[in-house]
């Protein structure tokens, strides 16, 4: 499971020792084809990372659509709920067979108190893959502002 | 962190009925249910400190280890101070009979007090009911009835009390597995909720545990230095052996009280002001547990409203008895939870519906 979880980006700059400490955290969770994941709506209250398998994500927002539908080994789904718990902002369901991890927020809340190490590169990571997403969200609009 | 859920009036009244029911139960089961809360008490404190030591480099498991050794050797410690605080006192009947006369006489000289200060109180003759007799009859009975059955139970519970470092060192080491282990039992639908349940419980009792010692430190701190001030010998031990008397709600404050001041009065016969003072010190304390540190520690953290904390204890002191008074509050803090998670959940027509779905797709590949 560690190098599992050492191939993940989000979890790719933590040492051997510091990935031991998060897999403590994380929930294995296996989802057949066409099982919901998380609705859209539902409180959120915490990230899947896949592990193999894809999710297809399904948001109804206009602008949200033109994002990458599908995500697969690797790659995450719900990291806003790891900070809010707003609703979720689509609906996501197992394109496969797949096998996930989940962190959840109060847990992760307690990890960056705990140890600020793994939080800072943890934060570093999700706040890159955001920053990521939201840049190519602005592609398709008319009027980007600069992030 | 989330807001801990409150519950709605239909489900507070199956939570303090379910409540009760367990409070019965506990009283049966105390053997077990005492080792346990012992071993909950002390996950909750040490934790911190094993995950201080975790993130300094320490692996946890000898950081667990190092930390339930280092709580064995105090409590070693501790025991063997008491037994021999206890050997020096003398006899347990003998010890009793003579802090009751030592209370007897406090009350005696109140009376005459009384009875300079307001004449009407002659007509009440209290001095003469407080006869020699009485008290040694009360003593012995005393003894008789419920110290020797108290000691015996307590002796019977000695075994499951040694099983509690175990147990702390269990949960220690491997609560984190046992709760992924349980969620792992969670259909998927339900599973987000069943972590936030984990999570609020956890809360819950971690506030519970860690307020209640900070409680018990505060009071025993506060009664000590009195107890001192006032110039009462083993101040110290006498505070916090009150301190920790006063986990049984309102019971053991009394108890813890009257232990004191019949030590006063045994002790300083021709003092009475000092068993007034001590009296008075309780008085003020109790004032200050109930009106800044509990609302600052337990109260707040439990979020159980007063009126109904008082129902509860009203009620678990009704159904078992001192077991009752003493876990009618964290136990209805936890059902509370628990029950109100359970009917968010069980109300959610959108996670049944994906449950029903997700069993199906289940049936149809075969899972």
């Not at chain 1, 689509?90 to 307690?110: D, G, H, N």
């Not at chain 2, 667990?64 to 020096?88: D, W």
């Not at chain 2, 000289?109 to 008290?135: F, G, Y």
Request: charged residues 15%; hydrophobic residues 50%; contains cysteine.
């Amino acid at each position: 499971m560690v190098e599992a979880l050492k191939s993940i980006p989000i979890f790719h700059t933590l040492n051997r020792k510091e990935i031991r400490e998060v897999e403590e955290l994380l929930y294995e969770r296996v989802y057949e084809k066409d099982e919901v994941v998380f609705e859209e709506g539902d409180a959120g209250h915490g990230v899947f990372i896949v592990v193999s398998g894809r999710f297809r994500v399904n948001p109804s927002h206009g602008s949200l659509k033109s994002v990458n539908l599908e995500v697969g080994p690797g790659e995450s789904v719900g990291e806003l709920a790891l900070f809010d718990e707003g609703p979720r902002s689509a609906t996501v369901v197992a394109s496969e067979r797949t096998v996930a991890v989940a962190l959840f927020q109060a847990e992760f809340a307690t990890l960056l108190m705990k140890n600020k190490s793994i939080g800072v590169k943890v934060l570093l990571e999700i706040g890159r893959i955001l920053s990521r997403r939201a840049r190519q969200l602005l592609q398709d609009e008319k009027h980007a502002p600069t992030l | 962190m989330t807001k801990i859920p409150q519950p709605g009036a239909a489900t507070l009244v199956v939570v303090v009925l379910v409540t009760t029911l367990l409070l019965r139960l506990f009283q049966e089961m105390i053997w077990l249910v005492l080792p346990l809360l012992l071993a909950l008490l002390l996950f909750y404190t040490l934790r911190p400190v094993v995950d201080a030591l975790a993130v300094r480099g320490m692996h946890r498991e000898t950081a667990a280890k190092a930390v339930c050794l280092f709580q064995l050797v105090v409590s070693a410690i501790l025991l063997v101070l008491a037994l021999i605080f206890l050997s020096r006192t003398g006899g347990s009947q003998d010890s009793l009979t003579r802090y009751l006369a030592g209370g007897q006489g406090l009350l005696r000289k109140t009376a005459q007090a009384l009875e300079r200060v307001a004449p009407l109180a002659k007509n009440l003759h209290l001095e003469e009911s407080l006869d020699d007799q009485h008290v040694k009859e009360f003593g012995d009975k005393f003894v008789e009835k419920n110290l020797l059955p108290i000691s015996l139970q307590l002796l019977g519970w000695m075994p499951s009390v040694l099983l509690v470092p175990y147990i702390t060192y269990f949960m220690l080491t491997q609560s984190g597995r046992f709760r992924k282990y349980l969620i792992q039992s969670v259909p998927n639908a339900f599973f987000e909720r069943a972590l936030l349940l984990f999570s609020h419980l956890d809360t819950s009792l971690q506030s519970y545990f860690q307020g209640l010692m900070v409680l018990t430190f505060l009071e025993g701190t506060c009664l000590a230095v009195g107890l001192a001030l006032v110039g009462m010998p083993h101040a110290l031990l006498l505070g916090v052996t009150a301190a920790f008397l006063a986990w049984v709600p309102y019971l053991g404050s009394i108890v813890g009280c009257v232990m004191v001041v019949l030590v006063a009065a045994t002790d300083f016969p021709d003092k009475p002001w000092m068993a007034y003072a001590c009296l008075g010190l309780f008085l003020a304390v109790r004032m200050l547990d109930d009106f800044v540190f509990m609302p600052m520690t337990v109260g707040r953290q439990l979020h159980v409203h007063p009126l109904l904390s008082v129902l509860m204890l009203f009620l678990g002191a009704a159904v078992a008895g001192a077991t009752g008074l003493l876990f009618a509050l964290p136990l209805f803090g936890v059902m509370a939870v628990i029950g109100e998670t359970t009917a968010q959940i069980v109300t959610d027509q959108r996670l049944r519906a994906r449950y029903r779905a997700s069993r199906q797709l289940a049936a149809a590949t075969g899972g």
